[in-house]
C-alpha cells in the first residue's frame, strides 16, 4: 500500500511537470505565428491530383452524414495549440444538428490541424489542404463532434467541434479565391512554400484537381445555400 502511494505521488509530479512544460512550450510556438504573414515561413503540401477522384467520392459519401452542417462567419480569432490550428466563427444557419445556436460563436477545431516540425523543406504546417478561414467571410463547415475544452489554459473556453475527419479538410468559402498553383517535379515532395499560395483556398498540385475540388465545394454550396 505504501508502495502504491508513493508511485502515485511520482505520477501526479509526472503529470504536473509536463502540463507545466507544454504550457512553456506554447508560448514558444505562439509567438512564431504571430503577425499578418506569420505562416510565411512555413511549408505546406499540395495534394496529389491522382488521390483527388477517390478523396472526393469518400467525403460526397462522409460529408452529408455530418453530426453538424453549419454555415459561420470567421471572427479573425484563432489560437495554435498542440497539433492542431482552433478558429472562432459566428454561426449564421444550422443545417443539421442540434445542439448549436444561430449567433452563438464557437471554435472550430481542424482534424489535421499544425504540426511543426524541421524537415529539409524547413518547418512544415499541416493544414489539410486547406487554408485558413479569412476574417469576415462566410464558410460552409461540415464538423463531426462537440468536443472537450482543448487546454485549461485556453481562455476562450467556448464550445469546441471537431471537423469530420476527411483528408482535405471539408471548410468551404462562399466565395471563391484565386488559386495559385506551384509546379512540383513528379516524384519529389509536394511541400511548397506558404508565402506563394497564402491567398490560396485550396492546395493542389495541378489545374484538374483544382477544378474537380471546385466542382464538389459548389455541389455542396449549392445544396446548403444562403437561401435555404
Excluded at 156 to 172: E, G, H, R, S, W
Aim: hydrophobic residues 40%; contains cysteine; glycine residues 6%.
Amino acid at each position: 500500500m505504501k508502495f502504491r502511494t508513493i508511485r502515485q505521488i511520482i505520477v501526479c509530479v509526472m503529470v504536473i511537470g509536463i502540463s507545466a512544460w507544454g504550457i512553456s512550450q506554447k508560448q514558444t510556438y505562439t509567438r512564431i505565428l504571430e503577425g499578418t504573414n506569420a505562416l510565411d515561413c512555413f511549408y505546406v503540401a499540395e495534394f496529389p491530383e491522382s488521390l483527388m477522384e477517390t478523396t472526393l467520392e469518400d467525403m460526397q459519401k462522409m460529408l452529408p452524414n455530418s453530426g453538424f452542417i453549419i454555415r459561420a462567419t470567421a471572427t479573425g480569432e484563432k489560437d495554435y495549440l498542440f497539433m492542431v490550428n482552433q478558429q472562432e466563427v459566428l454561426v449564421q444557419k444550422v443545417y443539421q444538428g442540434e445542439g448549436i445556436q444561430v449567433g452563438e460563436k464557437i471554435n472550430i477545431v481542424a482534424g489535421a490541424g499544425f504540426v511543426f516540425r524541421n524537415v529539409a523543406e524547413g518547418k512544415l504546417a499541416e493544414l489539410g489542404f486547406v487554408n485558413e478561414m479569412r476574417e469576415g467571410q462566410e464558410y460552409l463547415i461540415f464538423l463531426e463532434k462537440k468536443i472537450n475544452h482543448l487546454s485549461f489554459y485556453n481562455t476562450n473556453a467556448k464550445d469546441t467541434y471537431q471537423v469530420m475527419p476527411t483528408l482535405i479538410t471539408p471548410i468551404f468559402g462562399y466565395e471563391d479565391r484565386e488559386n495559385v498553383i506551384i509546379d512540383i517535379p513528379q516524384g519529389t515532395s509536394t511541400y511548397v512554400q506558404y508565402s506563394l499560395v497564402r491567398e490560396n483556398e485550396f492546395f493542389v498540385t495541378s489545374k484538374q484537381a483544382l477544378t474537380t475540388l471546385i466542382e464538389m465545394k459548389h455541389r455542396f454550396l449549392n445544396t446548403y445555400s444562403k437561401e435555404n
